[in-house]
Structure formats: structure tokens, C-alpha cells
């Protein structure tokens, strides 16, 4: 579907879980919050409907996410159950990692090839500290056995963090000199309580890249940036395995070519990760809408796309959002 801005919607990212096995500074406030009442979260069936209902909009790419996807019971099932829906021909996940190694052979079983793992350092006390209390040994079995098991691309997604991993940035980038691994820096966005406490630790994507430069001249990756092919602009380092991302919400916003609808957990539709404005769907999915009636509500969603989110560089991270980023899914 086009939108008002002639954005063409293809892409629905399905948080299935605000539950995590992890708590990270940057996602979650401090004291914690409030979870979804188990009633309020959308059953699988209800999700599988709403895609159906979805792709038959022109959805066509749904990438599950949370919370943490491997914490609800039954997920690699109902990722499998997505074969289902014919026009969605591209089904990928994003994870902490963290119980990867245990599910990658059901992943994989279900038809995904396609995984993003999140990964803020490279250090275990530091790993420990940012998730409060994670384990990355655990993560990096996960990482590598999805390699060993043909699983690609992984993408391996870092939240840049000024004071935090700034001293990381080389390590992270040499990860993709012997390895096909897509290391991808993510600019720290103001999200819910936990965007309030982050504040000051915001680090632009070109800082990153400058720092960089010091391991070799980042070529750019042929495709990347264009229309359609995703937020991060991609770079290879001379002779590397892998490719190094930049996605910069913040300093370098992609919202004229954002392609995506995100459905949180407790069934709502969003149209930009960084505005409230949602519409319910879960309510008049249980009170017996049909299948036409929620395929207008998300028609009615798409036409309040907004043309693009007010968060700039220039501001202090203030709080933007209510909802936090496990609910809605990142
Ligand atoms: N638990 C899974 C994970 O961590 O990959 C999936 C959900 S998480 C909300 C999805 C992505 O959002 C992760 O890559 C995470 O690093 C990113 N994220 C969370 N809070 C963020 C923030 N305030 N700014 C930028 N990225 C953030
Ligand atoms: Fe959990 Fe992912 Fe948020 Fe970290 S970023 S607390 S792993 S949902």
C-alpha cells in the first residue's frame, strides 16, 4: 500500500512479548514498569489474523521481535505458522541472543535464515552491566552457532552509547574482517521513561564512522540507502568478510522512505516507533470485527502515517514516548 507520502508499506514488525530475560539500560527504566496483563496480549491466533489481514494490504516482510521473542512460549511454532500466509515472503527475527543457541535448530526448522542479535559490548562485565545482568558468552554461542548452521544475514546490532561502548567501536567493526557478520550501529533513541535516564549518552553515527576511518577507507555498499533497501546505509572495509551499518534515526532521519507498521504486543498498530498515536486493533478484533473492518482500520492507520518523527540531535533525549520499547518492539 502507498501512503499519503508515497511510501510504499511493506513492512510489519510484530512484538509478541514485552516480557524480556534482560533489562537493558537504554529499553528499560531504572525501577522497571508495568507489563502487559496476560489478557491484554494478543493471542498467536489473533496475531496470525491480523498479518493475514495485513499482508492482504501489501504486507509482504514481518520481522518478530519484542520484549524478547524467545521468552513466549510457543514462538518458534507460530513463526512456522507464517508459512501460512503466502504473501509474506520474508520472515526474520530480532533477538538478545540470549537463549538462541536453544531455539536456532527450531529457527531454522521454521524457515528462518534471516536474524538480528543485538550485542551492546564485547566485554562480559560490561555486557553484564548494560543488561543488567546478561550473560554474553551465552549470546556468543548463539552468534556462532547460527553461522555454523548457514543462517544469513546475521546482523549484529549495537546501540552506539557515548561514555559506555565508544572505546568498542574498532572492536566491533574488526568483528566483520574474517566473518560475514553485518555489525550495525544504532543511534540510542529517547524512548519512555528509560529515554529520560539515557540522557547525554547519545553518540551521532558520524562520530562512529569517523572513528572507524582509523582501521581503513569504509567503501560503500552498492544498494544501500536506496528506497526499500532498509535504514542502514552499509560500508565494507577493504577485504572484509562482513559489512559495517549505520542506522541514524536521530542525526540522519529515514522517515521519507519508512516502509513499516509495528504491531505491539497489546495488539495496537503503530505507524512511527517514535509517536503514541496507535490504533487498537485487539479491541475490535475480540469483539467480532471482521476481516474487512480491520483491514480498514489499517488502511485508516497508514493514512495517518506521520511524514516523520520531531526528534533531532539538537535536542537533549527527553522523553518522547510513553510506551517503552520492549511493548512496542523496536
Ligand atoms: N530483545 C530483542 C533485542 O534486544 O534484540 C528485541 C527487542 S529490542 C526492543 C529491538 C532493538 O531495539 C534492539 O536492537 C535494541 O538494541 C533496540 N533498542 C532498544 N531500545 C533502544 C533505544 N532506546 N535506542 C535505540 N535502539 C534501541
Ligand atoms: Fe530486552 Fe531487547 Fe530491551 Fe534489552 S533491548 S531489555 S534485550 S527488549
Redesign the pocket.
Given at each position: 500500500m502507498i501512503d499519503r507520502y508515497d511510501r510504499h508499506i511493506d513492512y510489519l514488525r510484530v512484538s509478541v512479548t514485552d516480557r524480556?530475560n534482560?533489562r537493558?539500560t537504554?529499553?528499560m527504566p531504572k525501577e522497571g514498569f508495568s507489563l502487559i496483563g496476560h489478557d491484554d496480549i494478543l493471542r498467536y491466533e489473533e496475531i496470525l489474523r491480523i498479518i493475514r489481514i495485513a499482508a492482504g494490504q501489501g504486507i509482504t516482510k514481518v520481522r518478530i521481535?519484542?520484549?524478547?521473542?524467545f521468552v513466549r512460549r510457543g514462538v518458534v511454532d507460530f513463526i512456522a505458522s507464517l508459512r501460512t500466509v503466502p504473501e509474506v515472503t520474508d520472515v526474520s527475527l530480532?533477538?538478545?541472543g540470549i537463549l538462541l543457541e536453544t531455539y536456532a535448530e527450531g529457527l531454522y526448522e521454521a524457515g528462518i535464515r534471516r536474524i538480528?542479535?543485538?550485542l551492546?559490548s564485547l566485554k562480559a562485565d560490561k555486557y553484564a552491566r548494560i543488561t543488567r545482568g546478561g550473560d554474553i558468552e551465552a549470546v556468543l554461542r548463539g552468534i556462532r552457532k547460527v553461522r555454523r548452521m548457514g543462517f544469513s544475514p546475521i546482523k549484529v546490532?549495537i546501540?552506539a552509547i557515548k561514555g559506555f561502548n565508544d572505546d568498542e567501536i574498532l572492536d566491533f567493526a574488526r568483528l566483520t574482517l574474517d566473518a560475514p557478520y553485518q555489525v550495525r550501529f544504532?543511534?540510542?533513541?529517547?524512548?519512555g521513561r528509560?529515554?529520560v535516564e539515557?540522557d547525554g549518552q547519545f553518540l551521532a553515527n558520524d562520530v562512529v564512522m569517523e572513528r572507524i576511518a582509523a582501521l581503513g577507507t569504509l567503501e560503500p555498499v552498492s544498494g544501500s540507502g536506496d528506497k526499500g533497501a532498509g535504514p542502514a546505509r552499509l560500508y565494507r572495509l577493504a577485504g572484509a568478510q562482513g559489512q559495517i551499518g549505520f542506522i541514524s534515526p536521530v542525526s540522519r532521519h529515514f522517515c521519507k522512505s519508512c516502509n513499516r507498521l509495528r504491531l505491539t504486543a497489546d495488539g495496537h498498530l503503530r505507524t512511527c516507533l517514535l509517536s503514541d498515536d496507535e490504533v487498537d486493533l485487539k479491541g475490535p478484533l475480540r469483539a467480532g470485527a471482521q476481516d474487512e473492518q480491520i483491514g480498514a482500520l489499517i488502511r485508516g492507520a497508514i493514512a495517518r502515517k506521520p511524514r516523520k518523527h520531531g526528534i533531532s540531535c539538537d535536542e537533549s533525549l527527553i522523553k518522547k514516548c510513553v510506551k517503552e520499547?520492549?511493548a512496542?518492539?523496536?
Open positions: 524480556c534482560l537493558c537504554y529499553c521481535t519484542g520484549g524478547e521473542p530480532t533477538t538478545n538480528n542479535v543485538s551492546d546490532n546501540v544504532i543511534e540510542l533513541m529517547p524512548l528509560a529515554g539515557n520499547m520492549t512496542i518492539g523496536g
